[in-house]
């Protein structure tokens, strides 16, 4: 049986695709296949957001209602976006009117050589779709990745500072009942899967589908947000044979809460956990708002983060310092390991063929612990990290001598794979947080570690900070304590 | 959830008044906020880019094989595997180019394709065509190339122990500094290492070109000089000029990227097509464009100075040492123009600026926005702020006394006298609207209580010169047709990428007219339209072409003043050009109505019209002369926060002053501003481009290569124009050239970081801070001032 089919709404129009090389990004389908060049290729790599799209999707909680997301369409296959409203900037304007999300553009000057700009209008739109008040912050987070070399920002922040009023009248607003309608008639259909040009891709909708699939077919790559797999693709020419799309596997796109866990589905979009993350670890959701851009985070996800076994992936050490798990699963099969054992070497997991990340499980804090979290990069927003440095300590109560009584201390950046400092961690367990336990630790820690220089930063410049590190963290504690603020960060967080 | 520390105001503060709505009630245009005149299609997706034409019937993409050595012979190419990829059609070498194989702009020493060797890593070796742009790619990925290795010189040092340059050394001299500076009562000597800048525009090299049916070609490409692309692409086909048409609508940003730099691409398009007589597209890949093209150059400048006790300079020797790559390109004049500017804004007095043009195995760098005028400017900055700790002083007041006089200490080192001087005003007036002194005092007292983070403000002064130093130039063309319905349509030399010149331009012609600023259509700048083009840099583009149209237009009018008197029997003074309509003595005329009268009436109602800068001049055999019409001038305070643990910072707050002379467009003006300060500010900072042991980019791609994003910004950013301020030469309704001058405030951030780092020993030590300052080189700085202080 070849089945070959997705299906998909280009703003109100529904398209149906079959023999199309599943290769292809959206923004090659657009400006390719549909000869819509309003989409423009900046990078080919989701670095500048030119290409941003956005799509409406069915509120999985809510299915009578739709989340406007943004996302680089230069690095999204375009298998992924079967049950979806792919909305592009051409979609914006009602006849000869700009939307509102066009027109304060105009209205600011915030507009130069104009290569961005459909980019930028499409995030903002996006931002204004979920929030009709944003403030700066919102704007900046919502814009981040998105480059433009001419302006200077400050004409496009305010056009889209702008309050929102006249989104509400807009097009896609009054085809909102009959977008659900039409949404929720695509989601009947069966598993969307494409072939062309020999090559195949297949989006099952539930776990034992996929453990089938992946069984039967050991060498299929599997995508999720795919803004790491589809660079092989766009820089490095790769042809992917088999592709498997968990973006719709249910199992993996849950986000769960028990009394002593956050159990986040390995498929599920950062921009969908960030507020949870948030409300336990404030300064991982600050950290979180600083991987990648909006547009990365709204298909980037937990599974590929850690999956990918990165040395610099900003979520690995955050895990491991948390003692958090991840459960795998082999064709039916289910093993929970710590994150920390996951990696053996450089892009080195203990993975088996076949086998999959399920979820991953992160503790809910108690009394007495603390995570601390540092992003340390050149630029603040949409950066890798030369060294991400996640510190979780549990110390007694005041009462009880203030000892820590539990550390970790888990680095990025700093080997080949996410580790802990052990013999940094050993200088302070059992001890007082204290300026002599801290200078042994900083100490341990040029033993822990022997970083490499390249392009991000130097082997010098990592120990250095990731010790410094250390007694920024104890500067902090104490701030706390002693109620003293001394002030430690640039940007809040890290 | 981010939030920052100490800005109580999120806000930026530009004036409004100025910026706000476009303003497009009332006639003509000049002085007014109009919009720029692709706005609508922009924010819509409808602005047409070279790669977004609609594909030729039969277009083939191209693609180009690299050398994978810095420097070697090249022994052998096997390009059997090329040839037999899928979708190919075509594959050439040096050897298939009909005309020259030597593409360099002003000197020889670039192949359009590789010559029996490769000077850098990426330079183009062959060249395929395909039926598609990823078999193209695919392909030109499949060459066996065997190569004799040779040794690269990848250092400015070394380029210079080995006297290895591109162009001979040069200097300039204004009296006797060697004794002015050892009989000064102090001196100081010190060095410092500027780092080069990727133009990352958003639109990468792209170029079409289209057989025509008379052996020649119409070439559709993005690039700041479409003349040079017209003769380039002529003499590789060896066909006349007049066979090869150039149309430029728009560049998604240039930045002086694609000043030379698109030429490449548009030539190998054209010995494609001309071979398989296809159309065929060349567009870079980010990553290539990136590798391929050149690059702002790198400087390694020294100095040593002379002053006296108010740390005002008596004599100076400074050198720069640019990192010109491995070919010639513009170098000879981006070095002259470091050389021009080692002064900025102040009085050298007894000065020697010597320039070496180094020739490293890199890929040539080339023209970027401030054509080494920043690069020379930030050894005078250094040398302003290691006079102030030398001395114990704010680096204001060391500013302030070395600045050029009014009518005394007013000549440059290149003998020009700098008229029309209002950088002292400028400075007091930046002074007191930014608050700098409370906030100094403040920040000093921020630093006594902070143990981690630091603060630091700067204010720094910019004089450029405008003009082209290669004086033939200096010279701009403009074709005005007036159509029988009474619509302009209006064609310059000049090229639009983002800087609003089209509609610069279109003001003018309105003004002139008296008519909406929708009345004059702006298309393609088109070589066969107007002939021998400048390219559109050097902040040139309205100065020259506004005048060429002004000119046009003028010749138009006149003819249309006389045809009036003639006609309707009245003095020219009763001829009034007013709100759309021609007033002829008692009679009024829509504009519509009077073109057509005129078109009846046998009046020609087109015309060219011309322009050339006068009073310019320069001799390099002495090195004196008037090379610039006149100086923009402008200032900047910026406050930054630093974190002494990570060398992380944030830019708290800017304020700038910028003399833009009569704006002819203050939106336009100040997008100008704020764009190039903000780039600036990134070439100073986070920009960072890595070459590895082996002349390999390292930082070749935006993941890598990390320009200004939304939030790098000044929180707090607050630009004005220096009101009533007409430029004293007779520029274009007195306005200034405002592309490139304000690039250089970005200094203000690079010297308040070394302000907040200079706090950690109390401003006792001058920091060293080579550029970019990444954190990782402010943190480095702050641990060697912490062991100086010990």
Known sequence: ?494 | MRSLIDVKKASSNTDKSVVKGQDNIGLGGVGRSKKHDSADKHVAGEAIYVDDRPALRGELHAYVGQSTMAHANILSMDLSAVKAAEGVVAVITVEDVPGHTDIGPVFPGDPVLAIGKVEFIGQPLFAVAATSYDLARKAARLAKVEYEELEAVLTVKDALAKQNFVRPPFSMKRGDSDTAIATAAHQLSGEIVVGGQEHMYLEGQVSTAEPTEDGGMNIYTSSQHPSEVQKLVAEVLDIPLNKVLVDMRRMGGGFGGKETQAAPWACIAALLANVTKRPVKFKLARLDDMVMTGKRHPFENNYTVGFDQQGQIKGINIEVNGNCGYSPDLSDAIVDRAMFHSDNAYFLDQATITGNRCKLNTVSHTAYRGFGGPQGMMTIEMIMDDIARHLGKDPLDIRKINLYGKDERNETHYHQTVEHNNLSEIISSLEQSSDYQARRKAITEYNTNSSILKKGIALTPVKFGISFTVQHLNQAGALVHIYTDGTIHLSHGGSEMGQGLNIKVAQIVAEEFQVDVDTVAISAARTDKVPNSSPTAASSGTDLNGKAAEAAAKTIKQRLIDFACEKYQVEAAQVKFENNHVIVGEQSFSFAEFSQIAYMGRVSLSSTGFYKTPKIHFDRATGQGRPFFYFATGAAVSEVIIDTLTGEYKTVRTDILQDVGSSINPAIDIGQIEGAFVQGMGWLTTEELVWNEQGRLLSNNPATYKIPAINDAPEDFRVALVPNAPNGERTIYNSKAVGEPPFMLGMSVWSALKDAIASVNDYKTSPTLDTPATPERVLFAVEAIKRAAK
């Open chain 1, 1 to 494: 049986m070849v089945k070959n089919k997705i299906k998909f709404l280009l703003n109100n129009r529904l398209v149906e695709i079959a023999n199309l090389d599943p290769n292809t990004t959206v923004l090659q389908y657009l400006r390719e296949e549909q000869f819509k060049t309003g989409t423009k290729e900046g990078c080919a790599s989701g670095d500048c957001g030119a290409c941003t799209v956005v799509l409406a999707e069915l509120d999985p909680e809510n299915p009578a209602q739709l989340t406007y997301k943004s996302i680089n369409s230069c690095i999204t296959f375009i298998g992924s976006i079967h049950g979806k409203q792919l909305i592009t900037v051409e979609d914006l304007k009602e006849g000869a009117k700009l939307h509102h999300a066009q027109q304060t553009m105009v209205d600011n000057h915030a507009s130069q050589c104009g290569f961005c700009t459909p980019g930028f209008v499409m995030s903002s739109f996006a931002l204004h779709k979920q929030n009709n008040k944003p403030n700066r912050a919102e704007v900046l987070e919502a814009l981040a990745g998105n480059l433009c070399r001419c302006t200077g920002y400050r004409s496009i922040i305010e056009a889209a500072i702008t309050s929102s009023e006249g989104v509400a009248e807009d097009s896609f607003a009054k085809h909102y009942q009959q977008t659900v309608a039409s949404l929720n008639e695509l989601q009947k259909l069966p598993t969307p899967s494409l072939v062309g040009n020999g090559n195949n891709f297949i989006a099952p909708t539930n776990i034992d589908e996929l453990a089938t699939e992946l069984t039967n077919e050991p060498t299929s790559k599997l995508v999720a947000g795919g803004t790491d797999l589809a660079l092989s693709v766009t820089q490095n020419l790769a042809v992917i044979d088999k592709l498997i799309y968990v973006g719709n596997v249910a199992e993996l796109t849950t986000l769960t809460e028990t009394d002593s866990d956050i159990i986040i589905g390995a498929a599920l979009p950062y921009s969908e956990f960030i507020d949870t993350l948030h409300h336990y670890y404030p300064d991982l959701g600050e950290m979180i708002e600083r991987i990648g851009s909006k547009q990365v985070r709204n298909t980037g996800t937990l599974g590929g983060n850690v999956g990918n076994a990165s040395p610099i992936g900003d979520m690995p050490p955050a895990l491991i310092a948390l003692g958090a798990t991840m459960t795998l699963h082999l064709d039916g099969q289910e093993r929970t390991i710590l994150v920390e054992d996951f990696f053996i070497d450089y892009k080195k997991t203990v993975i088996q063929p076949s086998e999959f990340i399920k979820s991953i499980q992160i503790p809910k804090p108690k009394a007495g612990q603390t995570l601390k979290l540092y992003k340390i990069s050149k630029r603040i927003d949409d950066d890798i990290s030369a060294v991400l440095a996640a510190f979780f300590i549990e110390q007694e109560t005041e009462q009880d001598g203030q000892k820590i009584t539990k550390v970790r201390l888990a680095f990025g950046g700093m080997a080949g794979i996410p580790k802990r400092g052990l013999a940094a961690e050993s200088a302070l367990l059992g001890k007082d947080f204290t300026k002599e336990s801290v200078a042994q630790a900083k100490k341990a820690l040029a033993t822990d570690f022997q970083p490499m220089s390249d392009v991000r930063a130097s082997d010098k410049y990592r120990m250095t900070v990731a010790q410094n590190l250390i007694e920024k963290c104890y500067l902090e504690l104490q701030s706390t304590k002693t109620r003293k603020v001394i002030e430690t960060r640039v940007v809040n967080h890290a």
